[in-house]
């Protein structure tokens, strides 16, 4: 593990997305918020650009931590065990953000919206051709993902933002496997993973009616 820490290497966090499923394909949230923490820190090797959702992310993955280890702790093994426990509990705020602010399953949901701008972002970096613009490629992902969750200032303050984006070919080798093309192999291999994730918990969010909570 110090290892892991001391090199970065996004191949590493994405196929851990690959350990968050078990054989029912249930959702392990240890897993899960193991591989966010890593996310993090590729956002964070960026520099500043992505703060504005590092920074929540951090505070979200928080929050899970304590649910985790928490006196309902049993509940929180995998997300459908949460899912289950939280609404049939009336633990979610469905309506507005009042009683529950701070419910696993609407912190999951900020990090599961999160989750799909990255993918979508980092699937348009692999299939895009070389002098593709990194800030356009994340600003269609933005907006295609997270945009329709934030108000119009931080809308324009992100989209600014992208514009200090490095090029395609330094984005890839930020990512530590390699030259560009070993990059987007990688890509090619690991995303498929953040995807089975995304969908699975997708669905459930879907099967609840929990996917516009407040």
């Known amino acids: 593990m110090d290892d892991l820490e001391s090199e970065f290497n996004l191949k590493v966090v994405l196929l851990s997305?690959?350990?968050?499923l078990n054989e029912k394909e249930e959702v392990l949230l240890d897993h899960y918020l193991a591989s966010w923490r890593?996310?993090?820190?590729?956002?964070n090797s960026l520099g500043t650009i992505f703060s504005f959702i590092s920074k929540d992310v951090v505070a979200k993955l928080q929050i899970m931590e304590q649910l985790c280890g928490g006196p309902q702790q049993e509940h929180y093994s995998t997300l459908q065990a949460m899912v289950a426990y939280e609404v049939g509990s009336q633990l979610v705020d469905l309506e507005r953000r009042?009683?529950?602010?701070?419910?696993?399953?609407?912190?999951v949901l900020r990090l599961h919206r999160a989750l799909h701008w990255l993918q979508l972002f980092?699937?348009?970096?692999?299939?895009?051709?070389?002098d593709a613009r990194t800030a356009a490629l994340c600003t269609d992902s933005y907006n295609a993902s997270l945009a329709a969750y934030h108000p119009w200032i931080i809308r324009r303050a992100v989209t600014v933002?992208?514009?200090?984006?490095?090029?395609?070919?330094?984005?890839?080798?930020?990512?530590?496997?390699?030259?560009?093309?070993?990059?987007?192999?990688?890509?090619?291999?690991?995303?498929?993973?953040?995807?089975?994730?995304y969908n699975i918990s997708q669905r459930l969010y879907a099967e609840h009616a929990l996917l516009d909570l407040p």
């Open 17 to 20: 997305f690959k350990q968050c």
């Open 38 to 43: 890593g996310l993090v820190r590729f956002l």
């Open 98 to 107: 009042s009683r529950h602010p701070d419910s696993g399953c609407r912190t």
């Open 122 to 130: 980092l699937e348009g970096i692999r299939t895009s051709p070389e």
């Open 161 to 197: 933002a992208f514009c200090a984006l490095p090029t395609r070919k330094v984005f890839l080798e930020t990512m530590n496997v390699g030259s560009p093309e070993q990059a987007v192999e990688m890509l090619g291999e690991a995303l498929p993973f953040i995807e089975r994730v």
